[in-house]
């Protein structure tokens, strides 16, 4: 089967109808977001960490990782591992994914 | 359909972690889904959810299943969900069973893994075996009367009839006592917080309403005899006590008789005579009633006024009803003496003042107005039974804020009083916490004591003094001196409240008040179809509350019976004629009389009256050849399921 | 413990305005910056208050370590004004410790109090009017006017009045509050040295308030500039009288400073009073405002005289000394021993004696 | 080892299985060797269904009746007594203990009272051990 | 969003129904299953993506601890496949005019979702392609979603919408959608609807904790408040487990604040709020089963467990261990190490106290969500101080104009069982109005 015409996404039909320009702030916190979670995940790559491992590692606030790591739990990109003797779960990749 | 053409779906709920963390469900479908007749078996996070009702529907929908196991929790909560479901879906909403993993599993057997998924599996399999000898039904249709039975003349009953009837539902309300107005007529001038408007005038306003709307028959001074039949088609006989008075009278009436006795109008504080007359202004009926228990017939009111007439007889009347509201409504709780000082002159019960208040206008104590008054809270309430002591466990809910605004009440007319309030916890919930606030401005004293260490009430003297632990206060001993002390009482289901779910088979709960079905589900639902139950007969609570409940419980019975027909559930008996041999052994069994023998062709047989039966099945052990058999529940199946328990043999 | 509902209301006269609103949460207590473990204030005593259990109100030294902060009438959820109770039960203490029942006039009755100011003051001012010596209208000759022997002789007349009633409220205040046995001598010397002049020369509790730094320092410059005056009276009186001094002198500096104290000191307080402007401003008795306008109208007329006598204006210098003293006297005789002023004895005192207790709860319990 | 008891337990739809439900809502604790059927009033049950329970492989039957909360019947515990007594007498007759039988009203609120029950039986059946048949 | 709106469309049909009711919280629910189950044709509006309200968000509900969801979700499927009721989600009522008795004419923004609802399935591929995270609201911020996301797992519909304000149209979720649902040229719909009679029943919102400064919420990460602890002890519960905010540890000493927000001038609200101290004892209840180890504390004035079961309820937490101190919090600082450190007077032994806890939640009061009340036009619905809607003493869910029904929280704090009684209630009453109604027409 041949590739169907390509059509004008919706998406990009209304950004030409709105002229429509990120917001800088909108725009700053999706680049934050993603180099937050980019290094969480490499943190994660081949080993199991606890929260407070992670926050050291990448030099981001614990609150914060658990923040993006909870987030990325619900997307199924990691997954809770065994728990630690004081109370904190240590996190993975989510496996087969 | 015979068993080879049932195919069976089994879904299993996961009830988001409630059976899944105990129940390993993935086994549960591995292992059910080799039972045979099974042609599907899935687990999903949530079955009842719009996505797990559409699992069912789809493959209902598509031919692939014909009859349906879910697994999930309790089928008082979900059985007709998906009973719905099928229906939707086009299959036979009968060709189900519902299996409880939840409540029955899961929850029972927590920390038992294995036990708890062999439990599962055992009930899936038995659901199944069931299944498999399954035979499509159908509702069971029948006409309903356009009409509501509505039980008791209190706030509720009132809010109920009035509903109804601007609905456009014929009412019928029997109310017990001679008049209107029950337990909130005897509130009186107490107001309703927060609207300041008192409770007589609320009560007031729906008797004028409803009185004359050509949909409602009132009956006063009666009783519900007997009810039989079913929803959609109740025989109610009621019995009506004569008033012996064909109309009003002219002058003080109640004068001319020599009898008296306590007036329960004022919760007792007052005295009447044997002729009640109409309690206040705008009651109903608006003639007056002689209390044939306490008159000896002496025959003086007959010469004073023409309208006696002491020949009268009690009657009896037979309504056909849709659908029955009991509103049976509430006694205040009546402590034992010596509880809390009663007994001691001075002692009295919150519902005493509120008649005092009402009747006098204030309230004296040997003749003085009293200068200082305790309110000891929770009297016959929240009391454990542990020790075997304590009266009622349940918080009865309004009588802080009765207190609170019997005491404001009391402030109103004496406005030096002093007033002390000794209670556990002051649970005047949402906006009445400013009805506890204006208390407090007013210059009310609180005072907190524990369970442990009730107050208690002593005479010195001619004073009460209080004796109590104050928990605000390092506990220390308080000694308060009381001209009056008023023991705030609960609520206790009433007479009426016992006497119909007697008569009903209603349930109660541990409390003694009538059961709902389910507090959030069917709220005002009866196990009984066609009965509801409103106010203060279900739980205690205040006079919004019991409006509101009383409305609610008109819902449903509007919606039940505007309809013109109830569909009831197809579980009822049959005869297999070709097994009877008509020795008549069901006929005495049966309570409903719903069993009769019928000529079939050249013999005689057995034959249900499906509108009478209940379905029951009392009947079922009494036919030595299995004859008679409950539809939906066979002997059959039942023996099947036995037998698949266990995995078809001793060696499971 | 037998209620008495007449407590509650006797407080509400001496300025517990909202106290029946309290529904006991505790916040007060959890909240104020000098409430501790063992001594919690405010809501024990705004329970004793509610509940009219005056032994114990009496029995108790707490109201003495409260500062007003107002942090607990801030926070209050049923705006029940503790911070104003306590301020009222120091009144009410005041009432208490003092057994001549002067204090309780002044405390329930403005009109007996103002009466009573008037009358210290006509006494006074008819007192030199009838009694004072040769009037040299050449110069301002004070000592003719009214040597410093008489006023002296006043001075320490009434010093020793006011500090035999204050001692003996004191000694009544001691007996209400004592809990426990007997201590040796030494530990009542060595608690007092270590207690009391400390406390009355810092008031360093006060500072433990949130915020209170300003107050503190306002309170401190009106007890120091106070205390100057004080000194200045009654070590120096002679010399003052006598001479004219050039503008560096010690005398006129530490004069000078003293006024200047006063007048911010107490011109702070009354703006802050009129402007309503914290909680422990807002609601003031009328015995604050009578103390505060003495205080403010003997500064100036302090002032007045020392500009009179320096421009050489002996009528007005003579007419002011007697207004002058005239308003001294009541500042001094009312407010010390029975009001407002009494506080600069029974703060201390009531660390100390509560040091005592804790002491004297300490010997009943053997130490581990 | 010894296979622990099973136990067939009968329930009544509107009453004893919802208290057999309220043990499980109040997180109380029985054996999960039970299995439930559930009837609309225990007066249905036939002494045959008790007799192929224990046949089939049960250590004991349970009937949890409504006692006098019975929608359906004033007599419903009279009528069940007969049934599990005529079960007992057939279960004798073949040299089965009548113990293995009984029978109890459970409330619709009675999740307490039948755990105790439930629990009870359980030990008693454990004591008899298995069926002799 | 405000360019979008400005492109909204007035839909040319004019609909017609018994019934407008707003607001699709269990009230609302009840209100027009109770209407439609009496034959009535009811509008049901909802200003989320979807219905449920806050019920559905819950854990377990207090006496019984049924699971939330188990008695909302069957109400949410039911009220979307009654026959007698449309259901429109994401919607706003803008204008409420009434112009005659027992005529009113509703003005309705239909919100576009730029999904096709009737292609979605509802299988989440968008939300996996979405660069753009924000904060969920449904999990009161305690873990992020996309900028076109699903509600909830339990929602109704269970369709995806995109979050325009946060969108950066990057087209990502529609590259990936199988079902080419997404679509961004839908374009927002006032409609102009006639009905017979309104229900309000928009129920609540929490009190907004960070106003009492002295709680530290919003500054102190492990203090959060009830609700978020209702989301962390959910079926669909954001985190694995129950975990603190903080560092994501367990905790083990959890402790309760009650009348955060209610019975407090100093927060602007001198009543109670009704529920927070059985909501309460219902988490402590589920936090021991879920944390069999942890301690759980209450600090409490009145515990007001009022209802049918619940003190008895209240008595079985006791006996669990829950402890119950007699005190209101006045002040709680965060620690270093995220500890929360709780300032407060021990009543009943009168001593000056402080408590450290690994979490502190504040029991939150309600207050009403009444913003609808400003649509009205020529009429005023009367509230009081707060804005809860003031009803008849005689008639518990009927507002001072004619016609226009109240039901739920909107009215005052109040728990589930009292909501479904007050919304069938609700039900009855507007039945009694539109037959009144009918007579007179005829």
Known sequence: MGEAPRRELTSERLRRELNFQVPEELARRVREAAAIRAKILKCLEGREMTVREIAREAGIPESVVFWHLMTMYKYNLVEPAEKTEDGLYKYRLKRGR | MTGGGVRIGVYVCHCGGNISDTVDVKRVVEEVGKEPGVVTAVDFPFMCSEAGQKLVEDDVRSGRVNAVVVAACSPRLHEATFRAAISRAGGNPYMYYHVDIREECSWAHEGDREGATEKAIRHVRMAVAYLRRAEPLSKIKAASERSVLVIGGGLAGLRAALDLAEAGVRVYLVERSPFLGGNAARLGALKVFPYGRPAIDIVRSLIGKLVGRREVTIFTNAEVEAVSGYIGNFDVRIKVWPRYFKGKCAGDLARVCPKRARDEFYFGVAERTAILLPPFEGAYPDIPAIDINLCDRCGLCAKACPSVDLSQEPQTVSVRVGAIIAATGFRPYAPRNGECGRGLPGVITLHELVGALNKFGGIRVDGRAPESAVFIYCVGSRQRRAGGEGANEYCSRYCCIAALDAALHLRELLPGVRIYHVARDIRSYGVNELLYEAAGRLGDVFVKYSEEAPPRVERQGDKLVVRVRDVLTESVELEIPADLVVLVTGMEPSDGTAAIAERLKLQRGPDGFLQEVHPKLKPVETALGGIFIAGTAQAPRGVAETLASASAAAARAASLVLRGYVELEPFVAYVDASKCNACEACISECPYGAIEIVRAGSREVASVNEALCKGCGACIPACPNSAIQLRGLTSAQIEDMIRSALGHGRSA | MRVDHRLADELRELGARNISQCYSCGVCTAICPLSEEGREIPRRMVRYAVLGLRDRLERSLEPWLCYYCGECTKSCPRGADPGALMMAVRRYLITRYDFTGISRVLYRSPLAEALLAAALFLAVVLGVYFLHGPVNLERVDMESFLPAGVVDAADIAVAATLASLLLANAYRMYRLTRRGPRLPLTAYITELVKTVPPHFFTQLRMLKCRGSVRDWVMHALTAYGYGIVFVLVVLFLRAIHAGVYPAAHPLRLAGYVASALLLAGAGYAIYGRARRSSVARQYSHPTDWLFLILLLLTTLTGVALHVFKYLNMPLEAYVCYAVHLGLAAPLLILEVPFAKWSHIAYRPLAIYFARLNELRARRLQPSP | MTRAPQILVFTTSTISDPGVASAGLMRLKYPPQTAIIRVPCSSMIRPEWIVLAIESGFDGVFVAADGTDCPYLRDCTERTARGVEAAQKILASRGVEPERVRMAAVCSVCGEAFVRIINDFFNALSRLGPVRL | ?442
């Open chain 5, 1 to 442: 969003m405000q360019k979008i709106l400005e492109r909204a469309e007035a839909a040319g049909e004019q609909l017609s129904y018994d019934a407008v009711v707003i607001g699709g919280g269990i009230a609302g629910m009840e209100a027009s299953l109770s209407l439609a189950d009496m034959g009535y044709r009811v509008l049901l509006v909802e200003r989320e993506p979807t219905i449920g309200g806050k019920m559905f968000l819950l854990s377990k509900v207090f006496p019984t601890l049924d699971c939330a969801s188990c008695i909302a979700t069957p109400k949410m499927a039911a009220a979307a496949r009654h026959p007698n009721i449309t259901l429109w989600t994401y919607s706003e009522v803008r204008r409420v005019r009434a112009l005659d008795r027992g005529a009113f004419e509703v003005d309705i923004l239909r919100k576009p979702r730029f999904v096709n609802e009737s292609l979605c399935t509802g299988c989440g591929l968008c939300e996996d392609a979405c660069p753009v995270v924000v904060p969920k609201e449904l999990d009161f911020g305690l873990r992020g979603r996309k900028a076109v996301y699903i509600p909830l797992d339990t929602a109704v519909p269970r369709k995806a919408v995109v979050d325009i304000d946060n969108c950066i149209l990057c087209g990502q979720c529609e590259r990936r959608c199988p079902a080419g649902a997404i679509d961004f040229t839908q374009k927002p719909r006032v409609y102009r609807v006639r009905a017979r009679a309104v229900v309000i029943a928009t129920g609540c919102r929490p009190f907004p904790a960070e106003l009492k400064e002295a709680y530290g919420y919003g500054r102190t990460p492990n203090v959060i408040t009830a609700l978020q602890m209702e989301r962390l002890l959910a079926p669909t519960r954001p985190y694995n487990a129950v975990l603190r905010p903080s560092d994501g540890r367990e905790p083990g000493n959890i402790g309760y604040v009650l009348c955060a927000g209610s019975r407090d001038v100093t927060a602007g609200n001198p009543r109670c709020s009704q529920v927070c101290c059985m909501y309460s004892i219902k988490q402590a209840q589920l936090l021991l089963g879920a944390l069999p180890l942890a301690d759980v504390t209450i600090y409490y004035m009145d515990v007001r467990a009022y209802g049918k079961g619940f003190e008895e309820f209240y008595q079985r937490a006791r006996s669990m261990g829950v402890k119950f101190v007699r005190g209101r919090v006045a002040r709680i600082e965060g620690l270093p190490n995220g500890d929360v450190r709780v300032m407060y007077e021990d009543v009943e032994e009168g001593r000056l106290k402080s408590a450290v806890h690994d979490l502190v939640v504040l029991a939150v009061g309600l207050l009403p969500d009444n913003e609808v009340l400003k649509a009205f036009e020529g009429v005023t619905i009367h509230t009081d101080e707060l804005g809860f809607v003031k009803v008849d003493p005689e008639d518990p869910v009927r507002t001072n104009v004619e016609g226009v029904f109240a039901a739920g929280c909107i009215t005052g704090p109040k728990d589930i069982p009292d909501t479904i009684l007050e919304a069938a209630a609700a039900a009855m009453r507007c039945a009694a109005f539109l037959k009144e109604v009918e007579a007179r027409q005829t």
